[in-house]
């Protein structure tokens, strides 16, 4: 099992607001970054260290934090946003990285 | 911009070492970190480990005894090996550029990645 914790599926209804969670004693001391994969399709990172977007990342998704949890938010959920979604940070050594077991999210 | 492209054989014997080749274009090898990252059929992703252009690494600690990866600066290529493979190593196989932000600590992120590579571990 991963350091990093997430849950398995999300579910939520075109256009409306979903949070994506990870859960992890070294999130209190080091920010997540998130990552979107689509089925066959490498990884894209969505969000990095918080709450950054790299460039052609669509304003509608955000990121934040607070005590052990990290938490990526789409508002106004699209069709195209039907993925699985992976947050990424340190173990709780702090010495390495370690990616959370993913949440497959559907657009209904 | 840039690009990273995996390459390597399909097919690796169970015992044998498994290498790969991650190629970089279009930017320079150099100022960065670089991963490997591995994602079985049907699973997740897991971080295999990182190396800095000068040649500095980091493992992930379930594979240390394992892995290896190497840096050719002149040739824009890094490169993973990982000995004593069993089925379980089967998995699509990432490179990566790993950056990073620096405020009250280091942060490292996954900022460009190749496609993959299939690999199967079969006899």
């Known amino acids: 099992s991963s350091e990093l914790t997430q849950d398995p599926a999300v579910s939520v209804a075109l256009g409306q607001t979903v949070t994506i969670t990870c859960q992890g004693d070294s999130l209190r001391s080091y920010y997540a970054s998130w990552y979107q994969q689509k089925p066959g399709q490498a990884p894209v990172t969505v969000i990095y260290v918080k709450n950054n977007r790299p460039s052609g990342i669509p304003d509608r998704f955000s990121g934040s934090s607070s005590g052990n949890t990290a938490s990526l938010t789409v508002t106004g959920a699209q069709a195209e946003d039907e993925a699985d979604y992976y947050c990424?940070?340190?173990?709780?050594?702090?010495?390495?990285?370690?990616f959370g077991g993913g949440t497959k999210l559907t657009v209904l | 911009q840039i690009q990273l492209q995996e390459s390597g054989p399909g097919l690796v014997t169970p015992s044998e070492t498994l290498s790969l080749t991650c190629t970089v274009s279009g930017g320079s090898i150099n100022n960065y970190y670089w991963s490997w990252i591995r994602q079985p059929p049907g699973k997740g992703l897991e971080w295999i480990g990182y190396i800095y252009y000068s040649g500095s690494t980091n493992y992930n600690p379930a594979l240390t005894h394992r892995v290896s990866i190497s840096i050719d600066t002149s040739r824009n290529q890094f490169s993973l090996n990982l000995n004593s493979v069993t089925a379980a190593d089967t998995a699509v196989y990432f490179c990566?550029?790993?950056?990073?932000?620096?405020?009250?600590?280091?942060?490292?992120?996954?900022?460009?990645w190749g496609k993959g590579t299939t690999v199967t571990v079969s006899s």
């Open positions: 990566a550029r790993t950056s990073w932000v620096v405020a009250a600590s280091y942060y490292y992120y996954m900022d460009v």
């Open positions: 990424n940070s340190r173990d709780s050594s702090g010495n390495h990285l370690v």
